[in-house]
């Protein structure tokens, strides 16, 4: 995972942690952190890793939030490999105590 695609999700639970709403808003070609303006491969960096979940959108504008795994990877960074790697495999996982568990 890009390190700027940690450091984001490490502010998007900080500030859920904090009662702000930390959604990552995407608006055509403009992916948005509050004020914060991100690059667009930050975002698809956390899409492609799961770590974030659409929660709401249309065709212009799409919202996401951190997820169980994004929160997961955000405790154990080497994590977003594992997952990455699983993902590639096609293999069904989930994440129990910051790990891949294969199903």
Not at 41 to 58: F, K, N, P, Q
Not at 59 to 71: F, P, Q
Request: glycine residues 6%; negative net charge.
């Amino acid at each position: 995972m890009m390190p700027r695609a940690l450091e984001v999700l490490k502010v998007m639970i900080e500030l859920d942690e904090a009662g702000h709403e930390p959604d990552l808003v995407r608006e055509g070609r403009a992916v948005w952190l509050g004020c914060e303006r991100l690059a667009n491969r930050t975002l698809d960096s956390l899409i492609m890793h799961v770590a974030v979940s659409e929660t709401d959108g249309s065709d212009l504008v799409k919202r996401y939030e951190v997820n169980s795994t994004g929160r997961a990877i955000a405790r154990r960074p080497e994590l977003a490999d594992e997952v990455l790697a699983a993902i590639m495999g096609r293999k069904a996982f989930t994440i129990r105590e910051d790990r891949v568990v294969y199903l």
